[in-house]
């Protein structure tokens, strides 16, 4: 039998909460766990240069199988050497199936048991995806964990749908599993469904650990549900997936999820959140955020968080940051961008630490007096 390309290895679980300390061991190098992954939607961290990423401590980081087979097209990535070759990134990727932004297109597409037929959000061309197509194009792209094709589900839905959806979800899992050859080099992970729906969580994940993936990721949770809904059910979701394979939240990049995440036994994080925000002129300190537009920091020379080692930090001030962003200069998103990662990366490294030393529940009710304050989180 051959060697999965990706295994997981635990290290240590915090004696009060369970959190767990691992790696991830990939084709392209060893991630510590828990781990948040930048996004690197269209084969680029926004505002990054791959160098500054790797400076930073990232270990992986995600790509858009939607995106990129819309443009370059995934073919012209194969002939490039894979996506590592081609982005000059040399450690792991991570690539969604285009599940979610397929769905995400609402009126534009069409579900069926073979695939979806959509149309092309950029030049509005007839497209479609199916499980096998997924797998062919992550292929191409040459990722070190590949996702399975799935229908992430919009909340709220009808219990039928979410049903229907979720056994659907299954069912093209093992044709990505059928599909998927090249498994010393790539690992294909499936994605938990079932909306809010407990029963029907607990039957996706039967189906899925029944296959013998890899890892596991849970799908369809903070797609808008109230926070309080999306922590009880994840903590039945956590249960349902075996505890020597990693497990992987989509979608989740706030200090609170991430927090709220492993302290429920997740390894992996993913969210547009931190480049996103930083586009708006929002930055993660450790005394909370802060926006960096506001007319009180036009003379404020001090760096965005004085307890942050990162380039920005280290090299100007809020006042400057707040000049470049008002004066319409890439700087500001590049500088914000670059803080608000460095931010995540190193909140997630204090968390491995507290692991090993049996204290992420101290270290978590320190982060969160400073962060939020009275602040309702």
Known sequence: MSKPAVTYELLHEDKKTGARRGVVHTPHGDIQTPVFMPVGTQAAVKAMRPEQVKEMGAEIILSNTYHLFLRPGHEIIRKAGGLHKYMN?????LTDSGGFQVFSLGKLRKITEEGVAFRSHIDGSRQFLSPEKAVEIQTALGSDIMMAFDECAPYPAEREYIEDSM????RWLQRCKDAHHNTEKQALFGIMQGGMY????????E???????????????SVGEPKELMLDVLDDCVEYLPKDKPRYLMGVGTPDYLFEGVERHIDM???VEPTRIARHGLAMTSHGRINIKNAKFEEDFSPLDDECTCYACR?????????????GEMMAAMLLTEHNLHFLIHLMAGMRKAIEEDRFTEFKREFYEKYYGDAEY
């Open 167 to 170: 056994r659907r979800t299954c």
């Open 207 to 221: 189906r899925i650990v029944d296959m013998d993936l890899p890892g596991y990721s849970i799908g369809g949770l």
């Open 89 to 93: 990134w040399d450690r792991a990727i």
């Open 198 to 205: 407990k029963d029907l969580r607990k039957e996706s994940a």
């Open 315 to 327: 090299h100007y001030s809020k006042a400057y940051i707040r000049h470049q962003f008002k004066a």
């Open 269 to 271: 994080f993913d969210c």
